[in-house]
């Protein structure tokens, strides 16, 4: 049998077979994996160990507070192609792209 096949058979036991699930203890929620659920199982903690350092605003993750950084800039890092407005985080210049093309009538 090929490494491929062992994987695949592996991941489809672990992934799709409801009987190897892990479930939240508080809200049900099946997981595949143990660190999946470790992640999960935070959320539901009341601590948020990391902190930004310009704000009191804390967070469950550190790609979280990375995403939060960008709030603390002082100028916008990100223009909009179509009137040139800036924003401080790519996800907001998405967002404003669709609504600004949407508005002037123009398909992205």
Same mark, same amino acid.
């Given at each position: 049998? %090929?490494?491929?096949?062992?994987?695949?058979?592996?991941?489809?036991?672990?992934?799709?077979?409801?009987?190897?699930?892990?479930?939240?203890?508080?809200?049900?929620?099946?997981?595949?994996?143990?660190?999946?659920?470790?992640?999960?199982?935070?959320?539901?903690?009341?601590? %948020?160990?990391?902190?930004?350092?310009?704000?009191?605003?804390?967070?469950?993750?550190?790609?979280?507070?990375?995403?939060?950084?960008?709030?603390?800039?002082?100028?916008?890092?990100?223009?909009?192609?179509?009137?040139?407005?800036?924003?401080?985080?790519?996800?907001?210049?998405?967002?404003?792209?669709? %609504?600004?093309?949407?508005?002037?009538?123009?398909?992205?």
């Amino acid at each position: 049998m %090929k490494y491929v096949d062992v994987y695949t058979k592996a991941h489809r036991l672990q992934s799709h077979d409801e009987g190897t699930w892990l479930v939240c203890d508080v809200c049900a929620k099946k997981f595949a994996a143990q660190s999946e659920l470790r992640k999960h199982a935070a959320r539901h903690d009341a601590t %948020k160990p990391y902190v930004c350092a310009d704000c009191p605003r804390r967070f469950h993750t550190p790609y979280e507070l990375r995403n939060h950084h960008p709030v603390h800039a002082r100028y916008g890092q990100f223009s909009c192609a179509l009137c040139d407005k800036l924003f401080k985080s790519r996800r907001y210049t998405k967002l404003h792209v669709m %609504k600004c093309s949407a508005e002037l009538g123009v398909s992205r």
